[in-house]
């Protein structure tokens, strides 16, 4: 189970939060405003009140032995960069930070940041999905619901034909393309054996897409 803080809890945050709670991550959410808090302490693993600009705030609750930390209060430059560095130099493994603009992207990639995004152009959905999955090589999201994965062949899946494995049946998606040293399959034969090396290009809603996140 991968861990996370997520530091602001307005909408972006928010939803960030639950999606990774979702995900079955482990998510402690911080905020200064008690009320956001209390709003999302029964959807994530802890929610605790704090101002993550002061290092000991950060440092009392172990951050550093987390595996990524996502600073979602972007509309405030000097707060997300006092912030990213605070947990740059606690040193938390990776850290994503929202940006208001451009501007803002570029200062807090100076500083290291591993992830910097701009709200508009990513989702919280899609990301949570992508920080959470160790084997997910690309996630398309196609509508709210609905999206295409890319995910390595599990091996419970390799020497096996697509007739064998009937993924459309048990598991409500759809492979509708695999790749193989750059090349690509699209629409593979029912008795097309699946290999080691395989990238399996899936299609389905995102429930049935988080089942084979966990093959």
């Not at 709670?21 to 959807?43: M, N, P």
């Not at 992508?130 to 619901?145: G, P």
């Not at 899936?202 to 093959?215: C, F, M, P, S, Y």
């Amino acid at each position: 189970m991968r861990s996370y803080i997520v530091i602001g809890l307005g909408r972006f945050g928010s939803s960030l939060s639950r999606q990774l709670c979702k995900l079955g991550a482990e998510v402690l959410a911080l905020d200064v405003r008690a009320d956001f808090v209390q709003q999302i302490s029964a959807d994530v693993t802890h929610a605790v009140v704090g101002d993550a600009q002061d290092k000991e705030v950060l440092k009392a609750l172990g951050v550093r032995n987390l595996d990524c930390a996502v600073i979602a209060i972007g509309d405030n430059l000097g707060a997300s960069v006092l912030i990213a560095m605070n947990l740059k130099e606690l040193g938390v493994p990776y850290v994503v930070c929202k940006a208001h603009d451009e501007t803002h992207r570029k200062v807090l990639e100076k500083l290291g940041v591993d992830r910097v995004l701009i709200p508009e152009q990513e989702s919280a959905q899609r990301l949570a999905r992508s920080l959470n999955s160790h084997n997910v090589l690309d996630y398309i999201e196609l509508s709210e619901d609905f999206g295409i994965l890319d995910v390595p062949a599990p091996k419970s899946w390799q020497g096996k034909t697509i007739r064998e494995l009937n993924v459309r049946a048990k598991l409500g998606v759809n492979i509708i393309a695999v790749e193989n040293d750059g090349k690509t399959n699209v629409s593979p034969a029912a008795d097309y054996v699946i290999r080691q090396g395989d990238t399996m290009v899936v299609l389905g809603d995102n429930i049935a897409l988080e089942k084979v996140q966990k093959l």
